[in-house]
């Protein structure tokens, strides 16, 4: 049987609750369909007023399907965010900035935390433009975790690679026009949205490359 998604999960407790949508996105202070534009995941500050509103919710049971819908007395610290599955969110956007610079001198006072739908994130970052659409849109969050290149790349998957020249998030790929000559690898870095060309970057302008792991759309109230 396929598991349920949050949304889905949601919608179990407002039924067992006796709680009508209207009622539960008036509580929250949302629009009205806000539930119908639930994706993969829960935005913290939002996940945090729902505990407030409803304390009896089991919120790893929300998130990640574990354990029972409702909190029994005396449990200690059910419900609390696991943490694995927390991590810090990064003040640069993917095609801004550098990712390296933040990702080994930031400071956690200088982040705050967001939970990722997946454990083992190293980082969190958000994405600008909509080169990645339609799987990324502006705004959204990406989970990202650093992987060893020179052993094995995954190619054509969706990758952060951060560069000397600031952060992209694309699909890369081998490229095939590389010599002997060339003093420099090269790999390609392509866009979902093709209004947008593939661009060339050598390797020797790569400071590391981050898979995606997990993502949320800001859009959906955080």
Same mark, same amino acid.
């Given at each position: 049987?396929?598991?349920? =998604?949050?949304?889905?999960?949601?919608?179990?407790?407002?039924?067992?609750?006796? !709680?009508?949508?209207?009622?539960?996105?008036?509580?929250?202070?949302? *629009?009205? =369909?806000?539930?119908?534009?639930?994706?993969?995941?829960?935005?913290?500050?939002?996940?945090?007023? !729902?505990?407030?509103?409803?304390?009896?919710?089991?919120?790893?049971?929300? +998130?990640? /399907?574990? %354990?029972?819908?409702?909190? =029994?007395?005396?449990?200690?610290?059910?419900?609390?965010?696991?943490?694995?599955?927390?991590?810090? +969110?990064?003040?640069?956007?993917?095609?801004? /900035? /550098?990712?390296?610079?933040?990702?080994? %001198?930031?400071?956690?006072?200088?982040?705050?935390?967001?939970?990722?739908?997946? *454990?083992?994130?190293?980082?969190?970052?958000?994405?600008? %433009?909509?080169?990645?659409?339609?799987?990324?849109?502006?705004?959204?969050?990406?989970?990202?975790?650093?992987?060893?290149?020179?052993?094995?790349?995954?190619?054509? *998957?969706?990758?952060?690679?951060?560069?000397?020249?600031?952060?992209?998030?694309?699909? !890369?790929?081998?490229?095939?026009?590389?010599?002997?000559?060339?003093?420099?690898?090269?790999? !390609?870095?392509?866009?979902?949205?093709?209004?947008?060309?593939?661009?060339?970057?050598?390797? &020797?302008?790569?400071?590391?490359?981050?898979?995606?792991?997990? &993502?949320?759309?800001?859009?959906?109230?955080?």
């Amino acid at each position: 049987m396929e598991e349920k =998604t949050v949304k889905q999960r949601l919608l179990d407790y407002l039924k067992h609750k006796r !709680i009508t949508q209207k009622e539960f996105t008036e509580a929250l202070g949302v *629009s009205p =369909t806000y539930i119908g534009a639930m994706r993969k995941g829960m935005p913290p500050v939002k996940m945090k007023r !729902i505990s407030e509103l409803y304390p009896d919710l089991n919120r790893d049971w929300l +998130l990640y /399907g574990d %354990g029972e819908m409702l909190l =029994t007395p005396g449990d200690e610290g059910a419900g609390r965010l696991k943490s694995e599955y927390e991590t810090l +969110l990064l003040p640069v956007d993917a095609c801004a /900035g /550098g990712l390296q610079m933040w990702s080994q %001198g930031v400071a956690e006072r200088d982040c705050r935390k967001v939970v990722s739908p997946v *454990s083992g994130a190293d980082f969190a970052i958000p994405i600008k %433009g909509d080169s990645m659409e339609p799987r990324f849109h502006e705004g959204s969050i990406l989970f990202i975790k650093k992987i060893n290149e020179k052993a094995f790349i995954p190619w054509g *998957s969706p990758m952060v690679i951060d560069t000397e020249n600031g952060v992209l998030v694309k699909n !890369i790929y081998p490229d095939d026009k590389s010599s002997p000559e060339d003093e420099d690898g090269y790999v !390609i870095a392509k866009s979902l949205n093709p209004q947008y060309p593939p661009i060339r970057i050598p390797t &020797s302008s790569i400071y590391g490359i981050y898979r995606v792991i997990g &993502s949320f759309d800001t859009f959906m109230g955080s």
